[in-house]
């Protein structure tokens, strides 16, 4: 799974600014000068966070029911929702070097193209990770 959404409890911090944190995963929570930033960097750390569950083999913690989620006076709940492959896009733009075989007359008919191999199998690869 790629695609989650997440409870997240806002506290009131000064004037305009909140802090988030996710009562479901430990160790994720963020801050931001605004509400529209508090939920952009929400969105970043949630994303961030179940990024490295995925990547460490680790069991994804199903999300709370609101009305389970103890609050402070003046917090409140607003689900955030993030796409980790997203998130991969954005962030893992190292090149990783591959060597794959193909038949000889596949070589010859993508190379008389002018083929991009490095383009198409990126291509092909997308494709099958987002169907």
Known sequence: MNQYSYPAIFTPEGEEGYSVRFPDLEGCYTCGGSMTEALMMGEDVLAFTL??????NRQ????SKPSSVSLKEGEFINYIACDT??????Q???MVKKTLTIPEWLNEAATIRNLNFSQVL??????????
């Open 51 to 56: 990024y490295d569950y995925e990547r460490e």
């Open 85 to 90: 492959i997203e998130y991969r896009k954005r």
């Open 60 to 63: 994804v913690p199903f999300p």
């Open 92 to 94: 893992n733009k190292k």
């Open 122 to 131: 990126q291509e092909a690869l997308l494709e099958k990770i987002e169907s």
